[in-house]
């Protein structure tokens, strides 16, 4: 499919911001799906062909939401660039979408996941990188080997890029450095095919899906990066520090694995109060005492 010159040029635009490649790749696709779907060049979109557009989907709210973002930042880009005089995505509706829960997989599920990678080395890196230090299968595929400095003393230190393209420094554990060392021979991305080409983030995703199912286990490898965060807070981290290695732009965001933590915790909470039924029965004990009439 051959994208309208409007569609180039946004991209060229998204190139100059240095803007994630994976955002450029799922905004051309997005736009380029649009402009297929309305049978003109999307410049040429009006209020009610976009409404039509959007109403048209049939996928999940969240879906919705997303490609609706993707048409919105073209169209906000092409009012800003004077290429329109009006912005016509305002009649577009955000959908509001529910907050999820987290849903860490459990220590002992984690256990099977990387005893069954263990013939596989690669996988087992991945594994490790989600579950003990908090990566998207995104920023797993990104990683270069100039953004981990191992330090003298044990462990390391891996400059994360994120998303939006935020960049973020997460602790990288000794035993896992250790790990990643057979990956560090070669400079540009770590994790690469038998053809030589990097993972994306959806192959990456996706191989982690089928591995976790293959043994059984209903999770994905973001699951694995709810327990990093779950953990952390169950050791007592401080939820600005894990808002940070988690890269989350909204605290938000983060309080909910503090929530889920709270949630565990609440039957130790409930301990502490069982000694306040030793004061009740006194106070009962008290009220039936007949008053001395002598």
Known sequence: MTSSTEIKQHLAHLRMRNLQPNTAIHRKGQLERVEAWLGKNLIEATPDD???WQRSLTVSASSVQTYTSHVRAFFLWAYESELLGHD???????????????????????????????????MFCWLLLAGYCGLRAGE???ICRGDLRIEPTGGGFLTVRGKGGHERIVRVPPTVVEELRSFLHQSGPIFRRRNGQPYT????????????????????????????????????????????????????????????????????????????????????STRRKKPDTT
């Open 50 to 52: 976009l409404s039509r």
């Open 88 to 122: 016509p995505t305002r009649c577009l509706v955000m959908p509001k979408i529910k907050r999820r829960s987290p849903r860490p997989i459990p220590e002992d599920d984690l256990r099977v996941a990387l005893l069954g990678a263990l013939h596989n080395h690669t």
């Open 140 to 142: 797993i595929a990104s």
């Open 201 to 284: 983030p959806n192959y990456i995703s996706q191989l982690a899906s089928e591995h976790l199912k293959g043994l059984g286990l209903s999770y994905t490898l973001h699951t694995l990066r709810h327990r990093f965060a779950t953990v952390m807070c169950d050791l007592g981290a401080d939820v600005r520090d894990v808002q940070q290695l988690l890269g989350h732009k909204d605290l938000g965001t983060t309080t909910m694995y503090v929530a889920y933590s709270a949630r565990r915790s609440s039957g130790s909470v409930d301990k502490l109060s069982e000694g306040l039924s030793t004061f009740r029965k006194r106070q009962k």
